[in-house]
């Protein structure tokens, strides 16, 4: 990569345990002064400028959360951001432009972890990155404290390995946002639940101004653990918000 903010920055850090950041914009101005603003905040940063460098930085190092413009040349935000998730659950923090519901509705859609619209407040998503990656790192706050797993419906929710186990014992991958919401559900089953508590639950807070977030988050659970035939799990009550209808148990 040609830029000062590429992967070659990353060693002069010379922290291996720091959050290794990488940013991914085309214009040069908003890359740099994040990843100058994210290396004076303790983190190993990197920037990209397109999808070839994105590959090579992803190739090169281990990255552990991608801040992802959306409006890229060639081969745009919501590509890669479907590109990650169909071989990781590395956290993807979308940046969007101001107002586009749309892109975020479709980010969240493919498995983003969260958005932000530009322009943005450094401080702000610099709040974000470090709210993905507590959720992310975090251990379930009350039943996963004590229980390692719990099944429902056959399946298994591995607190330990944060893992989706199928009925038939394969791994199910899921975002970040995805883990919370199931975590949320699974801790407080056969209760209605709220969107605004759903996100309190969640640790997804920051997403609260955007109510539809919930939504679409639940959307993709469905897709992951419902068949296309029997009674749903993620029953919708209308007006009010969800309520997670299957017996939860210790293996």
Known sequence: MSDDSSAASVPQRGHDAAERILVVDDDPQTRHMVVRYLLENGFQASGARDAREMREALGAIDVDLIVLDVMLPGASGLDLCREVRQRSTIPVIMLTAKGDETDRIV???????????????????LARIKAVL???GARPSSVGSTVQSLRFNGWTLDFARRELLSPAGAIVELSTGE????????ENPQRVMSRERLLDLSRNRLAAGFDRSIDVQVSRLRSK???????????????????????????
């Open 225 to 251: 653990i419902e068949a296309d035939t029997g009674p749903p799990m993620i029953k919708t009550i209308r007006g009010i918000g969800y309520m997670f209808t299957p017996s939860v148990h210790k293996p």
């Open 179 to 186: 883990y919370d919401l199931l975590v949320a559900f699974v």
């Open 107 to 125: 980010g969240l859609e493919i498995g983003a972890d969260d958005y932000l619209a530009k322009p943005f407040s450094l401080r702000e998503l």
């Open 134 to 136: 507590r959720r992310r």
